[in-house]
C-alpha cells in the first residue's frame, strides 16, 4: 500500500494571522504569550488539515523563517544578538531584522544578511560563521512541537534542514571554507537525532535540496562523510531534495545510507524509475508527483500512467507527496468567493493539493475505479483550460514572433547617451533618490477598501490617492532629494498592480503566501496570453511631474519579475510568457516617454530568482531574461534614463549579464551584506552607473549619518564617484513616515557631507 505525506504546509494562517500576531508584537501590542498562543493555534489547525496523511511535517512552522530556526537549533545566532539583554524570542527577531518588540535599548542590532531560497520568491535569513563559530544544540523548538503533535494524535515526521545546505546556505568570514565547519556541526545533529528518537519520532525528514545542484567533488565528499557519521543514530532518515532532479548526483546519492529518499519528479519522473531500481530493499522512495510551487490542478491521469508501474515494483516502500514543501501556494481554494468560476476550476491551493495526493493514494491502492468521479472530473477541468479561447489568442502569439533584434538596442551606446542625459538633468555629484514606494499608510489602505467595496467614487478615490502623492513629493522637496518617485500609493503591489490592468491576468482575494518574515504577497495567476489594454501609470506620472520642476521617475515592474512573481501559466515555454510581458511594458514605457516622463524605472528585483539552481543552464535563462528587458526598455530615445532595480539578490555571478542589460542606472541592495556584494566590481569595471543600498528598509532600525557614509565610502573604492548614486535597499512601502523621514534625512546629510568633501 502506498503511503501519503507532506513535506511542509503554508505556516502564515487561512487568514494570515501569523502577519497580524507577529506585527502586533513587535509593535508592543501583544505579549510573547499571545504570539506564541496564536502560533501554536496555526499548528493544530495546520496538523488537522493534514489528518488524512500517514505523516505529517511537525518544525516546518516558523515564527519568521525556517533556516534561521536551524541556526537557533544549532546554537549559530550572531553574537551581536545578546549585546543587550532579551529573551530568546529577542534574540531570534534581533536576528531576523535587527529589533525584536521592547527593544530600543539596544539601539537596533544589524540583521542577518537576508538572500532567496534557491529559485523562489522565499527570503531566508543567511547563517554566518566565522572562527569563532561554536555550535550548541538547542532542540527545545523543535522537541516542544513535537510533544504538542503526539499530543493531538498526529503521526508526526519531523523536519529540519539537513547539515550540508546548512553549510550551503551560510556566510562564511574572510576566506574561510564553509566545509571546515562540518565536523563540528555533526556531533550535535546526531545528538539531535537521538533526542528526536526518543520523543517518539520514527522518520526524520532532512532537507538536502542542494543535492539539485552542481557540487564539487569536496562536496560530494562531504556528504558520504556526513551521513556515514550520523547513521549512528536509530532513527530513520528521508533524505529529501526539491526544486529539480539529482542528475550527475544520482549515482553516489544513491548510494548514502539513508533510510529513503524524497525526489521532485514533477519536471523528470523518469529519475523515480532509475531511482527505484537502485535501492535496497529496505528503502522506501517518497516521489514529488504534486507541484508544490504552482498552483494548476495536476492531471491525475497522465501522473498515474507512470506512477502505476512504479507502484507494482515498490509496493508499500512507495510514498507520494507534493514536489516540495507548499509554503510557497496559498493555502485553501475553497476560501475564493469571486474567482471567476472557470479558471477557479483549474486551480489547486495547498489543501486542494493534498486532496489530490490522495486521489492518487487510492487509485493506487484500490484502483482506478474507487476514484473514477474525481478523475472524470479532473480531465474535464484540464480540458476544459485546454481549449479556452481566454487562454489563446493569435494576435498576441503573433507579435510576439514579429519581434526583431533592434527592438532591444538603444539609438547609441551608454558613454554617449551619458553625456546627453548630464546635460539635460545637470545632477550633481552622488546623485539621491528612492527606489520607488513610500509608505502605505492606514488611510491608503483603508481608501483602497472602501473604493474596491464601491463605499466611494472612482473620482474620490483617484482625489484621494493624488494627495498622498503630493504629500509624498513635499517630503521629498523638502529632504532637497535629487530624482523624485511618486510614491506608489495607488498600488497595491508591484506585480498585482500591474496585472490587474493586463489581459491573461486572474487574482485570488486571500491567496496569500509568504515572502519573509510577517511580509505577504498574493501572486497574480497568469492564465493566458498577455497584452496590454490601454496605458496603466501615466495619468499618475503625469500628476507628479506637474507637482515640482525635478526629475520625475516612473515606475514599472519589469517583465522579468511579472514573470517570476507570479503563478505562471504552464501550457508553453516561460520565454515565450516573458516576451508578451516585455511587449507590454515596452507599450507603457513609450507612452510615458511621449508624456512627458524622462526617467523610467523598470525594476527586475525578481532577474536572479528565475536562474536554473544549475550553472550549466543559466546561459539559455539569462539569453532570453536579459532580451525581455530589452525590448521592454530600449525603444526610447537616448535622453530618456532608463533604470532598473535588483533587491536581495546575489548577482556577482551574472554581472556580465546585467551590464548586457545596458541600463543607464541599477540599484541594488548591499546594506545588510556591508557593501560586501560590491567586491566583484574591484575585478570588473561596469560602465554604467549604480546606487548600492545604503538604508535597509526591512529592518525598522534608522541608519545613521556615519553609517551610511561609511557604506558609500566602501562603495566609492569600486565605483568612480561619478557613476555613484545614493538610495536605499528597495521601496519603502513597508515601513511608517516618520522612520523614513529620519532614514533619508541621514541619506541626505551623508550626500552632503560627501559633496562637500569632493569640492575641498
Not at 543567511?126 to 522537541?143: A, G
Not at 535588483?646 to 541592495?669: G, L, P, Q, R, W
Request: proline residues 4%; contains cysteine.
Amino acid at each position: 500500500m502506498a503511503l501519503i505525506h507532506n513535506l511542509g504546509f503554508p505556516r502564515i494562517g487561512a487568514k494570515r494571522e501569523l502577519k497580524f500576531a507577529q506585527e502586533a508584537f513587535w509593535k508592543g501590542q501583544q505579549s510573547s504569550d499571545e504570539l506564541l498562543s496564536q502560533a501554536k493555534n496555526i499548528r493544530m489547525a495546520n496538523w488537522q488539515s493534514q489528518k488524512n496523511l500517514n505523516w505529517v511535517p511537525v518544525g516546518d512552522f516558523s515564527l519568521y523563517d525556517q533556516v534561521l530556526d536551524m541556526s537557533v537549533t544549532l546554537g549559530n545566532l550572531p553574537q551581536r544578538v545578546y549585546e543587550s539583554q532579551g529573551s530568546e524570542l529577542d534574540y531570534y527577531f534581533r536576528a531576523a531584522r535587527g529589533r525584536s518588540t521592547n527593544d530600543s535599548a539596544c539601539h537596533g542590532v544589524h540583521a542577518g544578511e537576508m538572500t532567496k531560497w534557491f529559485d523562489t520568491n522565499y527570503h531566508y535569513i543567511v547563517p554566518e560563521l566565522s572562527t569563532q563559530t561554536q555550535f550548541s544544540l538547542n532542540p527545545e523548538r523543535l522537541l516542544s512541537q513535537l510533544a504538542e503533535a503526539k499530543q493531538a494524535g498526529i503521526p508526526f515526521k519531523p523536519v529540519l534542514i539537513g547539515p550540508l545546505t546548512y553549510l550551503w546556505l551560510s556566510k562564511a568570514q574572510g576566506d574561510l571554507n564553509r566545509l571546515t565547519f562540518l565536523e563540528k556541526l555533526l556531533p550535535h545533529y546526531l545528538n539531535l537525532f537521538n533526542q528526536l528518537t526518543q520523543a517518539g519520532a520514527e522518520w526524520v525528514q532532512i532537507d538536502e535540496p542542494i543535492l539539485v545542484t552542481e557540487l564539487s567533488e569536496a562536496w560530494q565528499h562531504a556528504f558520504q562523510t556526513a551521513y556515514h557519521t550520523i547513521k549512528a543514530s536509530n532513527v530513520k532518515l528521508l533524505l529529501t531534495t526539491y526544486f529539480g532532479n539529482f542528475k550527475e548526483n544520482l549515482s553516489w546519492v544513491s548510494r548514502l545510507p539513508v533510510h529513503g529518499f524524497h525526489l521532485d519528479a514533477i519536471s523528470n519522473h523518469d529519475e523515480a524509475l532509475k531511482l527505484a531500481h537502485t535501492l535496497s530493499s529496505h528503502q522506501i522512495l517518497s516521489v514529488g508527483v504534486i507541484d508544490g510551487r504552482n498552483v494548476w490542478k495536476t492531471d491525475l491521469y497522465a501522473t498515474l500512467s507512470w506512477l502505476e508501474p512504479l507502484a507494482n515494483t515498490l509496493g508499500d516502500r512507495l510514498w507520494l507527496a507534493p514536489s516540495c514543501s507548499l509554503l510557497h501556494v496559498p493555502v485553501d481554494l475553497d476560501s475564493e468567493q469571486h474567482l471567476d468560476p472557470e479558471i477557479r476550476n483549474w486551480l489547486a491551493f495547498a489543501q486542494q493539493k493534498l486532496e489530490e495526493l490522495q486521489i492518487l493514494e487510492q487509485a493506487i491502492n484500490q484502483g482506478r475505479h474507487s476514484v473514477s468521479y474525481e478523475l472524470a472530473s479532473n480531465q474535464n477541468a484540464l480540458l476544459n483550460r485546454k481549449n479556452s479561447q481566454r487562454v489563446h489568442q493569435p494576435k498576441i502569439k503573433a507579435a510576439v514572433k514579429a519581434i526583431t533584434s533592434q527592438d532591444g538596442q538603444r539609438q547609441n551606446n551608454y558613454t554617449q547617451r551619458s553625456t546627453y542625459q548630464q546635460e539635460k538633468f545637470n545632477l550633481p555629484l552622488y546623485p539621491t533618490t528612492t527606489i520607488g514606494s513610500f509608505p502605505q499608510t492606514q488611510n491608503i489602505r483603508k481608501a483602497r477598501q472602501a473604493y474596491k467595496q464601491n463605499e466611494i467614487s472612482h473620482q474620490e478615490y483617484t482625489n484621494l490617492m493624488k494627495h498622498e502623492i503630493k504629500h509624498a513629493i513635499q517630503v521629498q522637496e523638502e529632504l532637497g532629494l535629487d530624482v523624485l518617485v511618486h510614491g506608489e500609493a495607488e498600488r497595491n503591489d508591484m506585480v498585482e498592480y500591474f496585472g490587474e490592468q493586463l489581459q491573461g491576468y486572474v487574482f485570488s482575494q486571500l491567496g496569500w503566501v509568504q515572502s519573509y518574515g510577517s511580509r505577504c504577497v498574493k501572486p497574480p495567476i497568469l492564465f493566458g496570453d498577455v497584452h496590454r489594454p490601454k496605458a496603466m501609470t501615466v495619468e499618475w506620472s503625469q500628476y507628479a511631474q506637474s507637482l515640482t520642476h525635478k526629475p520625475m521617475k516612473g515606475m514599472l515592474t519589469g517583465p522579468v519579475t511579472m514573470l517570476n512573481w507570479s503563478f505562471v501559466r504552464d501550457d508553453q515555454p516561460r520565454q515565450e510568457t516573458c516576451m508578451q510581458l516585455a511587449l507590454a511594458i515596452r507599450q507603457e514605457v513609450l507612452d510615458l516617454e511621449a508624456a512627458g516622463i524622462q526617467m523610467i524605472q523598470i525594476d527586475e528585483a525578481a532577474l536572479r530568482e528565475g536562474l536554473p539552481l544549475r550553472q550549466s543552464e543559466w546561459q539559455s535563462y539569462l539569453q532570453w531574461a536579459i532580451e525581455a528587458f530589452r525590448i521592454s526598455a530600449n525603444g526610447v530615445k537616448d535622453e530618456t534614463q532608463i533604470h532598473t532595480h535588483m533587491c536581495y539578490s546575489k548577482f556577482n555571478d551574472i554581472i556580465h549579464a546585467i551590464t548586457h542589460m545596458d541600463a543607464d542606472v541599477i540599484t541594488i541592495e548591499t546594506s545588510r551584506s556591508d557593501m560586501q556584494l560590491l567586491n566583484v566590481f574591484q575585478e570588473f569595471e561596469y560602465p554604467n552607473q549604480i546606487g548600492p543600498g545604503v538604508y535597509d528598509i526591512h529592518s525598522p532600525n534608522i541608519p545613521s549619518t556615519q553609517q551610511i557614509m561609511t557604506l558609500i565610502t566602501q562603495a566609492a573604492k569600486r565605483i568612480p564617484a561619478k557613476r555613484l548614486w545614493i538610495n536605499p535597499d528597495c521601496g519603502l512601502k513597508t515601513r511608517q513616515w516618520e522612520e523614513v523621514i529620519l532614514a533619508l534625512k541621514n541619506m541626505m546629510a551623508a550626500a552632503n557631507q560627501l559633496r562637500g568633501n569632493v569640492k575641498h
